[in-house]
């Protein structure tokens, strides 16, 4: 045997249909390629034309397949590289080709993320705004009950707020929720104590309005300013910025992983059912958009247009909140927004003059 030279490379042998493996040795013979065992004996051969090898890719076992269904398996990979080339076979797989020449992996890679911000940019907002017009009314509903659950069993408690305080509350949002596009019956106010949110506020996207007892607490005996703030959260559902907050974070999660692929059922369902608590916070033009609302509809129902700016007021000299951050949202900040509510009222008295 020692005529037919030494061996291309070593690996095992796998016979056909089987996941046994053998110690073997992959030769040359006459143009022929051979498999031989430990003992010498020919396990399985092919001319070169008649197996297939497959492509290199990094580190990863070359897999030569020959006629007969059995596998020879190496980690050699050099070893087949240089004999390919021998026999002038040398050109390697496209996934290795990429590994090996790194800018084009870097331009692969610019490509992918320039292709994503462009999606999340702008194809992204257009297929929110879709998704939302086109949203029949049992879906908020659902989300809405399933985050209130949530919320229930995590961080939320049951209201301590005596009954006359809560009565005084109820009737005059009873008289700001008349004046919205929903009517009363379009919304429902629930009394929580907000534990780990503390003082607080917000709104779920099918109109289900929660207010924390520490909120109530921290504006005193001001139930105008309760109000105030429950007519911006008001205008969050009016203005859909909610639905639009699950879809938004709906999107973004297919787009992780469609530029990643598998992230992993436990990563999948953290994006996906995130979405509804991130309904809770919103964008800078969605608050702002909603400090509007709580204005006209203060308006409209006979109540003081700046109490809500009186809440953030509050804010400032009561929890010293002069930063460019607030309880409800990152963006924008409390002094700012306070004073674009009060530009807002007086633009809107010059109109109805």
């Known amino acids: 045997m020692a005529s037919d030279g030494p061996a291309i490379a070593s690996g095992e042998w796998h016979p056909p249909g089987s996941s046994r493996s053998l110690p073997a040795s992959l030769l ?35 897999r030569i ?21 021998g026999k002038g076979r040398a050109r390697e797989g ?33 297929l929110v ?24 069993q995590t961080v939320l408690g049951e209201s301590k707020l005596d009954e ?5 509350i109820v009737e005059a949002f009873h008289r700001i929720a008349a004046q919205s596009n929903g009517g009363e019956a379009g919304y429902t106010l629930n009394f929580r104590e907000g534990g780990a949110v503390g003082a607080n506020a917000f709104a779920l996207p099918d109109g289900t309005l929660i207010l924390t007892d520490e909120l109530v607490e921290l504006a005193g005996e001001d139930t105008e300013m309760i109000v105030g703030v429950l007519a911006h959260e008001i205008g969050h559902v009016e203005h859909q910025h909610s639905l639009r907050q699950v879809y938004r974070a709906a999107g973004v999660a297919a787009l992780i992983m469609l530029i990643t692929g598998d992230i992993g059922s436990e990563a999948e369902d953290l994006l996906v059912q995130g979405g509804g608590l991130l309904s809770l916070s919103y964008s800078r033009s969605a608050e702002a958009e909603a400090d509007r609302h709580s204005v006209e509809l203060m308006m409209k129902a006979g109540l003081d247009p700046a109490a809500i700016a009186r809440f953030f007021e509050l804010l400032e000299t009561k929890l010293d909140d002069q930063s460019e951050t607030s309880i409800f949202s990152t963006h924008p900040g409390t002094p700012e927004r306070r004073q674009a509510i009060l530009d807002w009222i007086a633009e809107l008295r010059t109109q109805n003059r």
């Open 65 to 85: 397949t020959f006629p007969d269904g059995s596998l020879f398996e190496t980690v050699d990979n050099d070893a087949i590289d240089r004999f390919l080339a």
């Open 28 to 62: 040359d013979i006459g143009g022929r390629l051979v498999v031989r065992g430990e003992t010498d004996a020919e396990l399985a051969g092919g001319s070169l034309a008649s197996v297939e090898i497959s492509s290199r890719v990094g580190r990863i076992a070359r």
């Open 129 to 152: 705004e879709v998704a939302v017009a086109v949203t029949p009314p049992i879906v908020p509903r659902i989300m809405s009950a399933s985050t209130l659950e949530t919320m229930d």
């Open 164 to 168: 006359a305080r809560r009565d005084r």
């Open 94 to 126: 496209i996934i290795h080709g990429l590994e090996r020449f790194r800018p084009r992996l870097v331009a692969f890679v610019a490509a992918a993320i320039l292709l994503g911000a462009m999606i999340y940019r702008f194809a992204l907002p257009a």
